[in-house]
């Protein structure tokens, strides 16, 4: 399976940008999707999650309320809406897919088998 990111580059604060994560040779139906992010100097963090049934999805308090995880299953495609952001949220963000990630585990990056190459986001002040 591979994923590619899109979307990324520079934002403004308190604007919005929209990431996708198109799969090919693999579905994003039944497995669970997660976008997460690498700030310069950090670790790579959770942002955002869902299940492989889709019945639940999990957002880092960093983001909640800002961004929404979304799907389209025709276009095999995932969406990472950002809104009001912030020079905080300027990172690289990964899209993963995870074929047997059970609900317990979605914030946990070991449990995604594919990921996307990233994609830069960069918030202006």
């Known amino acids: 399976v591979q994923l590619v990111e899109s979307g990324g580059g520079l934002g403004q604060t308190g604007g919005p940008l929209r990431l996708s994560c198109a799969a090919s040779?693999?579905?994003?139906?039944?497995?669970?999707v997660a976008w997460l992010r690498q700030r310069p100097g950090k670790e790579r963090e959770f942002v955002a999650a869902?299940?492989?049934?889709?019945?639940?999805?999990y957002y880092s308090d960093a983001v909640k309320g800002r961004f929404t995880l979304s799907r389209a299953n025709a276009k095999n495609t995932v969406y990472l809406q950002m809104n009001s952001l912030k020079p905080e949220d300027s990172a690289v963000y990964f899209c993963?897919?995870?074929?047997?990630?059970?609900?317990?585990?979605?914030?946990?990056?070991?449990?995604?088998?594919?990921w996307g190459q990233g994609a830069q986001v960069t918030v202006s002040s």
């Open positions: 040779g693999g579905t994003f139906n039944n497995a669970g």
């Open positions: 869902r299940s492989r049934t889709g019945g639940y999805t």
């Open positions: 993963a897919l995870g074929q047997r990630v059970i609900t317990s585990s979605l914030r946990n990056d070991a449990a995604y088998d594919f």
